[in-house]
């Protein structure tokens, strides 16, 4: 679609921005899982809003070089606190240098802090006429419900595997790479396409597809089995690591802040990582379905793991397992740091096994 060329999935979202365009809200909230667009999408509805059809404008917006696209992000590597809202509220009132509106984008709003989004309010709620903010954010729960409610919610899901694979194949990666790919990244076309040529990618899924034939009832078993799980994924890191140096690099000659750049990077990582974890527990959750639905003599997903460790499992135990695990998925969404969810996760399972 144009405008929204390189994202993956999310047409009916895409349709609903590419109508919006014409007459857009003054807020906009995008809120869905991690890794599975929504900071790209904003960055192209942004170029949308402020440039149209004039494709220079538009790699301006895409590079951070427009002077009409503000990104407002944490102080530091973590929170957003009251000083940065206020330079906000002081910024929106000013025009426009180039185009029509000037667009904010929080790409972190969810690091907002109570103050922070009370001192945002009273323009939210009184933009001026050419003001326009995008926050992205993972739940609406991670916002005042002041701050939500005056925003346009637009609601982002997870992307089939058939579209992933087919971008994939579109890049030139290989069919089985790009299957692998796939179903590491749990529908997250972000963390797929991060992960696109990594090598490491079948190792990971085999790493979290031996979980179950590791467990024990030993409490120092399941810490370092979490400490194993933690691990893998840093091969994985290793390509957003180097992009990340290589515009530290750019940066730095340009003479731009390399702190900024720094902090960014690491808010970055910390978001990639945390997708690798969620789609870890999601493998071995699919593993624990195979072992249900195996008993019953139905179609496995992981047709690679053999048939005779998915016995060792009763349907009724699997199911039950299977919740477990994405019990733990909560735990990391309300930032329990992994090595503590999985330690805890192996014991329980460790125990039931």
């Avoid at 929204?4 to 109508?19: C, N, Q, Y």
């Avoid at 895409?62 to 929170?79: C, K, N």
């Avoid at 058939?162 to 030139?172: M, P, S, T």
Wanted: hydrophobic content about 45%; overall charge negative.
């Amino acid at each position: 679609m144009k405008g929204f060329e390189g994202i993956v999935g999310h047409k009916p979202v895409l349709d609903l921005l590419a109508a919006e365009a014409a007459r857009p809200a003054h807020a906009y909230l995008f809120v869905g899982p991690g890794s599975v667009g929504k900071a790209a999408v904003a960055r192209r509805f942004a170029a949308l809003l402020l440039c149209k059809d004039d494709a220079s404008c538009r790699r301006r917006v895409l590079a951070d070089l427009h002077p009409d696209l503000i990104l407002v992000e944490p102080d530091g590597r973590t929170g957003m606190g009251v000083e940065r809202a206020r330079e906000t509220v002081a910024r929106a009132v000013l025009t426009p240098v180039e185009a029509d509106h000037k667009v904010f984008l929080f790409e972190d709003a969810g690091a907002m802090n109570d103050e922070a989004a009370n001192a945002l309010l009273k323009t939210l709620e009184e933009p001026t006429a050419t003001t326009i903010f995008i926050l992205i954010a993972e739940s609406e729960d991670d916002l005042p419900a002041t701050v939500a409610s005056r925003s346009r919610t637009v609601l982002f899901g997870r992307v089939s595997e058939d579209e992933i694979v087919a971008a994939l194949a579109g890049q030139g990666i290989a069919e089985d790479q790009a299957h692998r790919v796939a179903v590491a990244a749990g529908g997250r076309p972000g963390l797929a396409l991060l992960l696109a040529t990594s090598p490491a990618v079948a190792a990971f899924r085999t790493a979290w597809l031996s979980v179950p034939s590791r467990l024990t009832s030993q409490p120092g078993d399941a810490i370092r089995l979490a400490e194993a799980m933690v691990a893998a994924a840093d091969p994985l890191l290793q390509g957003l690591a180097e992009r990340q140096e290589r515009d530290l690099a750019a940066a730095e000659a340009e003479g731009r802040d390399s702190r900024a750049y720094k902090d960014r990077h690491e808010r970055e990582r910390k978001r990639a990582a945390a997708a690798l974890h969620l789609s870890g527990l999601e493998i071995l959750a699919s593993w624990y379905r195979d072992a249900a639905v195996a008993s019953f003599g139905g179609p496995v997903r992981n047709r690679d793991v053999p048939g005779t460790e998915l016995a060792g499992v009763g349907a009724r135990d699997a199911v039950a397992r299977a919740r477990r695990v994405m019990l733990t998925v909560d735990s990391l969404e309300v930032n329990q740091r992994p090595e503590l969810a999985f330690s805890a996760l192996f014991a329980d399972l460790g125990a039931s096994a």
